[in-house]
């Protein structure tokens, strides 16, 4: 399998190693970076048992991959243009249920709903 090279912070230690980018990040942590701390329960988020703090925030590492930035986007530039293609003129709220069904696992979707502003607003759709 192809490995890409990341860079992040563990604990409070600057990082950078190779990952393959289907791994969950459960068995990276636990198989590549030694922290067997971090549990599997349930394999399916619902357990709560393997909970990490990523970007400040509690997230079930069993549902995410090692390798997460990017991995949304091509589903979140087409929810964006469909909606933009329709609705030009889409107000905040609009954007957001437009994009709701679009998962990502590492943003918390305010700098996706930003750029899906910015692009209306650069359009020429206005602002709501």
Excluded: W
């Amino acid at each position: 399998m192809e490995q890409i090279t990341i860079h992040f912070n563990l604990n409070g230690k600057d990082v950078t190693v190779s990952a393959d980018p289907n791994k969950r990040l459960v068995d990276f942590l636990r198989e590549d970076m030694g922290m067997t701390s971090v549990k599997e329960g349930c394999g399916e988020g619902e357990c709560g048992a393997c909970t990490i703090i990523y970007n400040g925030k509690a997230v079930t590492s069993c549902l995410m991959l090692a390798v997460q930035c990017g991995y949304c986007t091509p589903g979140m530039v087409l929810s964006a243009k469909a909606l933009l293609d329709k609705k030009p003129d889409a107000t905040n709220e609009e954007i957001k249920r437009a994009m709701s069904g679009n998962l990502c696992r590492c943003t918390g979707y305010a700098k996706i709903i930003e750029a899906v502003e910015t692009a209306r607003d650069v359009k020429g759709g206005g602002k709501a």
